[in-house]
Each structure stands twice: as structure tokens, then as C-alpha cells.
């Protein structure tokens, strides 16, 4: 041990110990709420981040775009998220419906008999498509089959492009409707890539009405533009 130095003036010194003192268990649960409720707030800005541009993407089309670019189409208000059912391809392959979501998609509805109003639309549906050009890998062309009637071979072959699926009736009346007087196979109907149904195009669809449905899906896909990737 070290000799103190005897021309050293001050008095010895007891030894000192410094004693911190321990935070009180409401203290404790005070820090942990804080810390909790940072990370919740965290949590909630990155969601909105990553929300924003659909958002702002649906607030411009629906909101304040100007009147005189109306839509042809109508705004389905509330939007209906595309079904957890079970639907069917023609190679009698079951198809969860809401595995379409991540693509737009328009969709036409019909008997499987298909008489030659549903071969026009069916025909003008892959033409309004194919007028897409570069947009169009961000669509897919949706036949839902509403009976058990088997599609005609003759059309078939044009059919390659399409996505034919069969639906029971009853679970597609529960999620896609006609306007007032109307059959569901009288429309298109255009569901987003999150999978919601979100406007129908009215009745009749024909060679008159096809440029003006066109004129709406173009201005969609401009408008999702910065958060709609084409393909799965």
C-alpha cells in the first residue's frame, strides 16, 4: 500500500463509495410504454410511406381531375375486393380467384355457350387491349364463365390470350353487380392490382363505346404509374 507523504498537508480521508441509485419499477414501465409507442408511430410512417402513391395516385383520378375528363366508366364506391373462391380453367384446374390480384384486370362475363353478342365482346375486349401497346403486359383480358355450358371450339383457339376461368353464379352476383336493369353480362368490369373491383363500363359494350373505354383504362395506368409494376 502507498506511504503518504509526510510533508503532504491535507488530513487523511475516509474512502468514499458513490451509490447510484436504482429507477423505480414505475419509472421502468414509463421508458418501456415510450418505447412501445415510438416504435408503433415508426411502424405507422413507413406504411404511409409506402401508401402514399396509390393514394395519391386515386385521390388525383377520383378527386380533383378536371370535369371535363369524366370518366366513361363508373366508379364502383365502395371499391369489393376480389373473393377468396375456388374457380375453375378449361383444363378443369381449380383457380383461387384472388391469386389475379397484382395485375389490372377487365373483365367480361358470360354463359359458357357464348352466342355471337359475347364472341363481339369477347373479340373488341382483346382489341381494346392490344390498342395498349407498351401498357398492355400491366393488363389481363378475364373471361368468368357464370354455367356449366362448354365453350365452343371454334373460338377456342382465340382464347389464347385470355384468362378463362368458371365461376359458380351465385358467389359472382356476391361480388360483381349490373347497373339497374341490366345483366352482368352486359358490362366490363375493371378491378385494380390490389385486387379491387373499382369501376364498371356501361352497356352496350360496342365498336362505339370501345375508344372511350380505352380513354379510361389510359388514364388509370397513367395515374398509377408510380406504384404499379407490370406482371406478377
Given amino acids: 500500500m502507498a506511504q503518504k507523504n509526510p510533508t503532504d498537508p491535507r488530513p487523511d480521508q475516509p474512502l468514499g463509495l458513490t451509490v447510484h441509485t436504482m429507477p423505480s419499477p414505475g419509472e421502468v414501465m414509463d421508458a418501456d410504454l415510450k418505447r412501445t409507442r415510438a416504435g408503433r408511430w415508426s411502424m405507422l410512417a413507413v406504411l404511409l410511406v409506402c401508401a402514399a402513391p396509390v393514394v395519391a395516385s386515386y385521390f388525383t383520378y377520383y378527386v380533383i381531375r378536371p370535369q371535363n375528363q369524366k370518366s366513361y366508366g363508373q366508379l364502383i364506391q365502395p371499391t369489393r375486393i376480389i373473393p377468396e373462391i375456388q374457380a375453375v380453367d378449361l383444363n378443369h384446374q381449380p383457380v383461387a380467384l384472388h391469386s389475379l390480384k397484382k395485375q389490372w384486370l377487365l373483365i367480361s362475363v358470360s354463359s359458357g355457350a357464348c352466342d355471337e353478342a359475347c364472341i363481339e365482346r369477347l373479340y373488341l375486349q382483346r382489341q381494346v387491349l392490344t390498342a395498349l401497346g407498351r401498357e398492355r403486359e400491366r393488363f389481363d383480358w ?12 371454334e373460338i377456342r383457339p382465340g382464347l389464347s390470350e385470355a384468362m378463362v376461368l368458371r365461376v359458380k353464379a351465385e358467389e359472382l352476383k356476391a361480388w360483381l353487380e349490373p ?54
Avoid at 210 to 226: C, F, N, Y
Fill in 142 to 153: 378475364v373471361w368468368l364463365i357464370n354455367d356449366e355450358a362448354e365453350v365452343p371450339a
Fill in 179 to 232: 347497373q339497374a336493369g341490366q345483366a352482368l353480362s352486359d358490362h366490363w368490369y375493371l378491378v385494380d392490382p390490389m385486387g379491387e373491383w373499382m369501376m364498371r363500363f356501361p352497356a352496350p359494350i360496342n365498336k362505339e363505346s370501345v375508344p372511350r373505354i380505352k380513354r379510361d383504362i389510359e388514364r388509370l395506368l397513367r395515374a398509377s404509374a408510380g406504384w404499379d409494376l407490370p406482371g406478377r
